[in-house]
């Protein structure tokens, strides 16, 4: 009767021992840390940044380390433009 109810309650066995409980539940704290400790690694401000600067540098510079002109060429030219404007409206309001 008593592990008729401890199986219908938790899944277990009555008979199963305390020290294999003891010993899953080390395992699910120290999985627990870990994951802490990745969630607090690429939560870190440098983390971040890191992550962010080598996003950035992989869209001006392919996996084998050559320039993407592409891309360049689309910056200069709006940077470029950006500028162009602003010469502009100081003529116009000027």
Request: proline letters at 2%; charged letters at 30%; zero cysteines.
């Given at each position: 009767?008593?592990?008729?109810?401890?199986?219908?309650?938790?899944?277990?066995?009555?008979?199963?021992?305390p020290?294999?409980?003891?010993?899953?539940m080390?395992?699910?704290?120290d999985r627990?840390?870990?994951?802490i400790?990745q969630?607090v690694?690429?939560?870190?401000p440098?983390t971040?940044a890191?992550?962010?600067a080598e996003?950035l540098k992989s869209y001006?510079?392919d996996?084998?380390?050559?320039?993407r002109?592409d891309?360049?060429v689309?910056?200069?030219g709006?940077v470029?433009?950006?500028?162009?404007a602003?010469?502009?409206?100081?003529?116009?309001?000027?």
């Amino acid at each position: 009767m008593a592990q008729t109810m401890a199986d219908s309650r938790g899944g277990r066995h009555a008979a199963e021992a305390p020290d294999n409980i003891e010993r899953e539940m080390e395992a699910t704290r120290d999985r627990l840390a870990d994951t802490i400790d990745q969630l607090v690694y690429r939560a870190s401000p440098k983390t971040i940044a890191r992550r962010e600067a080598e996003s950035l540098k992989s869209y001006f510079v392919d996996a084998q380390g050559n320039a993407r002109v592409d891309n360049i060429v689309k910056v200069v030219g709006a940077v470029v433009g950006v500028v162009a404007a602003m010469v502009a409206l100081r003529k116009v309001s000027g």
